[in-house]
């Protein structure tokens, strides 16, 4: 489903944000990219979201080189990929059946599937009694509820989120997990950069270890490190 | 595309407008200004135009001959006339024609040219020439100038020479200013959709994300630009339009001696000066709102 192979990405100033990655990434399956800060997940994930090129090497998602896209194909390769961000990004003036419907608008999507669709998707999140409401009027785990319905409504077959618990609070942290776990098991293949160590190591999925650049660690069923 | 996609786009063009309402105005009235530059140097332009056709028709030149030219003299010298550049008819007006000619225009007062016959009609045998465009009347003059057996030649030159002046310059100018103004227009136009982009950058992020493609995303920037431009256009047309009808009846009203030139009518004029003037504004917004896009908007 996601393959890079030898993958390097350098800035223009000369900074080194991946370098010689190759990591492949089956349908279904449930990824944790660890590191610290500057250890390159930012540069992977913009690269799974050709936010970036790589400047040598291949980004394959959906059997796709990504950087063999033109412009105008971008669009039709984001469709196969949710995003779900640490700072929610929604927008502040659309309640939450609103902001959710915006994703699917703007693909144009048939009105009847947004009506069909939406309240489907924010039952499952746990925010169908809260469709009309906006969000400053959420908390912060609804919020990002919300944000996750917006991912996951156009059914993308990819899940990409970007520390999507780092401005919750541990339980409601807990919250979001279980269900990225039950988007998991229905199919969706997620990945996520996290910070996040007590996550991690509950979770017990794959995790790929990011250091200066390069993949240090890749284990099947383990913890956010070895002492771990 | 779909009929919701559509109404989509044109709430999302609005409410960008609605929400930059300063800013918004200010374009409308930047485009405003260009069009009645437009509309105005249009009016006085083609009025200018169809006072120099009205010339062209009217006027022509008189020719009179000297009073001893023989029949066949004559007809020798409007075959000669006739071959001059830019000379379309030569027509032959002898004393008598030219003495009806007089009665009938005095109407009532005819008799004071009673006792004149072909005996002693003291008017000359003369040619009315006509030619093909106005501003070729001096070339002709040359010509006629140059040639024997003419007494005197009568001509509006210099009214014509005057009014193609005035045409030539104010053409020019109005083009100018219009280019100015065009300009400045486009430029607040682009400012306006900077503005617009900047207030919308997390939508246009997640729309990016959720993968709209590059057009849906630009679109409503140009919609709001169009919006701009047919606004800022309609509205001086329209004003100008009653405004137009008024100055042409108080030209009128007010100095009668010019009745014998003709105005052009407010319904000649703007049934080519409002669709252009729309589609200019229109276009003034397209390419501010593109412009803008093009530098301000990374999709």
Not at chain 1, 17 to 46: A, M
Not at chain 1, 84 to 100: G, H, I, S
Not at chain 1, 183 to 195: D, L
């Amino acid at each position: 489903m996601i393959h890079l192979n030898n993958v390097t990405k350098t800035y223009p100033n000369g900074s080194v944000g991946v370098e010689g990655i190759n990591l492949h990434i089956q349908k279904g399956e449930f990824v944790f990219i660890v590191g610290s800060s500057g250890s390159g997940k930012s540069t992977l994930i913009k690269l799974l979201l050709k936010e970036l090129d790589p400047t040598s090497g291949d980004v394959m998602i959906n059997m796709v080189k990504t950087n063999e896209l033109n412009r105008s194909q971008v669009p039709y390769l984001r469709r196969n990929l949710g995003v779900v961000f640490q700072d929610f990004r929604l927008l502040p003036n659309k309640t939450v059946y609103e902001n959710v419907a915006f994703a699917m608008r703007v693909i144009e999507a048939p009105s009847r599937t947004i009506r069909r669709n939406v309240p489907a998707v924010l039952s499952l999140v746990g925010l169908g009694q809260k469709s009309r409401s906006y969000p400053n009027e959420l908390s912060g785990g609804e919020q990002q509820r919300t944000a996750l319905a917006r991912a996951i409504v156009n059914n993308p077959p990819i899940l990409i989120c970007d520390e999507p618990t780092g401005n919750l609070d541990p339980e409601t942290a807990r919250g979001i997990m279980q269900l990225l776990d039950d988007i998991n098991k229905r199919g969706t293949t997620i990945v996520m950069a996290t910070h996040a160590r007590e996550i991690v190591d509950e979770m017990q999925k794959r995790v790929v270890t990011l250091q200066d650049g390069h993949i240090v660690r890749d284990v099947e069923k383990g913890g956010y490190s070895d002492e771990a | 595309m779909r009929p919701s996609t559509i109404k989509y786009l044109l709430r999302e063009g609005l409410s960008g407008l609605r929400k930059n309402l300063l800013m918004t105005m200010a374009s409308v009235v930047a485009v405003a200004a260009c069009i009645s530059i437009l509309s105005f140097s249009y009016c006085v332009g083609s009025n200018l135009r169809h006072m120099l056709h009205q010339m062209e028709d009217s006027i022509g030149i008189s020719v009179f001959l000297n009073g001893d030219l023989s029949g066949e003299e004559i007809e020798t010298m409007k075959t000669e006339i006739g071959k001059i550049d830019h000379v379309v008819d030569v027509e032959y007006i002898s004393p008598r024609d030219a003495l009806d000619a007089l009665k009938k225009e005095w109407g009532a007062d005819e008799d004071i040219f009673e006792g004149l016959d072909d005996s002693n009609n003291p008017l000359s045998h003369s040619f009315q020439v006509s030619l093909d465009t106005i501003e070729n009347q001096s070339s002709v003059l040359r010509v006629l100038q140059g040639m024997d057996g003419i007494d005197s030649i009568r001509h509006g030159q210099t009214e014509t020479e005057f009014l193609l002046k005035v045409n030539r310059v104010f053409r020019v100018s109005s083009i100018l200013v219009m280019l100015i103004l065009g300009v400045i227009s486009v430029m607040i136009i682009m400012n306006t959709i900077r503005i617009s982009v900047a207030n919308r950058r997390v939508e246009i992020n997640i729309m990016k994300y959720v993968g709209a493609t590059d057009w849906f995303i630009r679109l409503p920037f140009v919609i709001e630009g169009v919006i701009i431009g047919l606004i800022g256009a309609i509205i001086p047309l329209l004003l100008g339009m009653p405004i137009y009808a008024k100055i042409i009846s108080a030209i009128y009203a007010y100095i009668p001696v010019i009745k014998f030139v003709q105005f052009r009518l407010m319904g000649e004029v703007f049934r080519f000066l409002l669709p252009f003037g729309v589609v200019f504004g229109g276009a003034l917004g397209v390419i501010g709102s593109v412009t803008s896009i093009r530098k301000h908007l990374r999709v």
